[in-house]
């Protein structure tokens, strides 16, 4: 569907750039809903910085947030228990209720694409 590229910006700081594979959807589409996903606010997603093509391949490229996703954390350290668990599911759920406040309904929310870790301040 899309492949994922570690990048430095403009300014030497990490981004994530997505490319998504020709064919696989509308340049316009994609764009579009990525412009939703700008109105969710900042401590709940990582932030898009730009969006284009390349050739007919619509991109992305948004703020890189280091750290495992819970799917790896779980794997490495087993389930979380207590106030990590706690800390975890009150931070999915505000994120979760910006998302749809701000019209999009999250279709593929599983533990690969949720990343506990908290973000380093600049």
Same mark, same amino acid.
């Given at each position: 569907? +899309?492949?994922?590229?570690? *990048?430095?910006?403009? /300014?030497?700081?990490?981004?994530? =750039?997505?490319?998504?594979?020709? !064919?696989?959807?509308?340049?316009? &589409? %994609?764009?579009?809903?990525? /412009?939703? %996903?700008?109105?969710?606010?900042?401590?709940?997603?990582?932030?898009? =910085?730009?969006?284009?093509? %390349?050739?007919?391949? #619509?991109?992305?490229? +948004? /703020?890189? =947030?280091? !750290?495992?996703?819970?799917?790896?954390?779980?794997?490495?350290?087993? #389930?979380?228990?207590? *106030?990590?668990?706690?800390?975890?599911?009150? !931070?999915?759920?505000?994120?979760?209720?910006?998302? @749809?406040? *701000?019209? =999009?309904? @999250?279709? /593929?929310?599983?533990?690969?694409?949720?990343?506990?870790?908290?973000? &380093?301040? #600049?």
């Amino acid at each position: 569907m +899309s492949t994922v590229y570690l *990048a430095k910006g403009p /300014e030497g700081e990490h981004v994530a =750039i997505k490319l998504l594979h020709a !064919g696989l959807t509308r340049a316009g &589409r %994609f764009l579009a809903k990525v /412009e939703e %996903f700008r109105q969710v606010s900042a401590f709940c997603t990582a932030q898009v =910085i730009e969006t284009g093509t %390349f050739g007919a391949r #619509p991109y992305v490229v +948004s /703020e890189y =947030i280091d !750290g495992p996703t819970l799917q790896e954390a779980v794997e490495e350290g087993g #389930p979380l228990r207590g *106030a990590a668990l706690h800390r975890l599911a009150i !931070g999915t759920m505000t994120a979760l209720v910006a998302i @749809h406040q *701000a019209g =999009i309904v @999250h279709r /593929e929310l599983n533990p690969g694409n949720v990343l506990p870790r908290q973000r &380093r301040e #600049p």
